[in-house]
T-cell receptor
Framework: DAKTTQPPSMDCAEGRAANLPCNHS???????VYWYRQIHSQGPQYIIH???NNETNEMASLIITEDRKSSTLILPHATLRDTAVYYC??????????FGKGTRLSVIA | DAGVIQSPRHEVTEMGQEVTLRCKPI?????LFWYRQTMMRGLELLIY????????DSGMPEDRFSAKMPNASFSTLKIQPSEPRDSAVYFC???????????FGPGTRLTVT
């Protein structure tokens, strides 16, 4: 079973920041937090990952709480193309990804 | 790089027939994963390989499913005989030790009638 909890769905207005929360209260010290997304009819796509520090790349920012029990993925300026299911996954090493149900993000014009 | 390549993209077959799905990982990657996605069960891991050796096949549903990786650039997932409940999208992914991202292929949509 997935070790994360995410809201099933969220809406976001186009151009606004999308903040997607994830709870991972049982995360262990060597586990990273990963975010993937799956746009309709496509394979999952890697977004970002982090251990304990906040991370930013060209796609998104990842904010991890100090106790590492939760995190937030931030899409700074959501577009219609960001409509997808977003998966938060905790994982160590090169172990396989365990996908939960994710959050279905709908970006609305 | 062309990314992970899967073929065919769509497969429609009749119950009882053999189905073979193919995957070409990204060149140089040493991990290969097979996932299956259905509405009911979501995305689930079937099997994964490291350096062409199967590491964990506990997700393979039953003996009708088999996977091979004869070399670093090719893997197959075979279902024999196929059943309607095998209808799903099958994804292949690859990754490189020390690089944490997995790269997914476009998937094969299998329909068993």
């Amino acid at each position: 079973d997935a070790k994360t909890t995410q809201p099933p769905s969220m809406d976001c207005a186009e151009g606004r920041a999308a903040n997607l929360p994830c709870n991972h209260s049982t995360i262990s010290g060597n586990e990273y937090v990963y975010w993937y997304r799956q746009i309709h009819s496509q394979g999952p796509q890697y977004i970002i990952h982090g251990l304990k520090n906040n991370e930013t790349n060209e796609m998104a920012s990842l904010i991890i709480t100090e106790d590492r029990k939760s995190s937030t993925l931030i899409l700074p300026h959501a577009t219609l193309r960001d409509t997808a299911v977003y998966y938060c996954i905790v994982r160590s090493g090169n172990t396989p990804l365990v996908f939960g149900k994710g959050t279905r993000l709908s970006v609305i014009a | 790089d062309a990314g992970v390549i899967q073929s065919p993209r769509h497969e429609v077959t009749e119950m009882g027939q053999e189905v073979t799905l193919r995957c070409k990982p990204i060149s140089g990657h040493d991990y290969l994963f097979w996932y299956r996605q259905t509405m009911m069960r979501g995305l689930e891991l079937l099997i994964y390989f490291n350096n062409n050796v199967p590491i964990d096949d506990s997700g393979m549903p039953e003996d009708r499913f088999s996977a091979k990786m004869p070399n670093a650039s090719f893997s197959t997932l075979k279902i024999q005989p196929s059943e309607p409940r095998d209808s799903a999208v099958y994804f292949c992914a690859s990754s490189l030790l020390g690089v944490r991202e997995q790269y997914f292929g476009p998937g094969t949509r299998l329909t068993v009638t």
